[in-house]
């Protein structure tokens, strides 16, 4: 249930969007070693951001997932800035991302609850 929102001031061109959507939920299954199956990643791009006073390219991620181990949020900030760059060139002082440790009872899934 590892899921991924990425919210972008920067354009991300049609032709763009499924590589980097592939690239990112190949990312994060890697990241916590679980299965893709489970990885959702969603991509809202072109908003009104402003960054440092600035609204040069920025990005703010939402990382979600059950059992994600504090100790390893700093690898994870590292892979994923890469990845930002890599795919959107966005400089990596220019992203927050929000880790959270979901509990299984409060995600839900086919109609139940992990």
Same mark, same amino acid.
């Given at each position: 249930?590892?899921?991924?929102?990425?919210?972008?001031?920067?354009?991300?061109?049609?032709?763009?969007?499924?590589?980097?959507?592939?690239?990112?939920?190949?990312?994060?299954?890697?990241? @916590?070693?679980? +299965?893709?199956?489970? $990885?959702?990643?969603?991509?809202? %791009? &072109?908003?009104?951001?402003? /960054?440092?006073?600035?609204?040069?390219?920025?990005?703010?991620?939402?990382?979600?997932?059950?059992?994600?181990?504090?100790?390893?949020?700093?690898?994870?900030?590292?892979?994923?800035?890469?990845?930002?760059?890599?795919? @959107?060139?966005? +400089?990596?002082?220019? $992203?927050?991302?929000?880790?959270? %440790? &979901?509990?299984?009872?409060? /995600?839900?899934?086919?109609?139940?609850?992990?």
């Amino acid at each position: 249930m590892p899921t991924l929102i990425l919210r972008t001031n920067r354009v991300v061109s049609p032709e763009q969007r499924p590589a980097l959507l592939e690239a990112a939920s190949r990312t994060v299954a890697e990241m @916590l070693g679980k +299965p893709e199956r489970y $990885v959702m990643v969603t991509l809202e %791009d &072109a908003l009104s951001m402003v /960054f440092a006073g600035s609204d040069e390219p920025a990005a703010y991620l939402e990382l979600k997932s059950i059992g994600l181990p504090e100790k390893h949020t700093k690898d994870y900030s590292a892979h994923l800035c890469e990845l930002l760059e890599d795919k @959107l060139e966005i +400089p990596r002082e220019r $992203v927050y991302i929000e880790f959270t %440790d &979901a509990p299984r009872h409060m /995600f839900g899934w086919n109609g139940g609850t992990f």
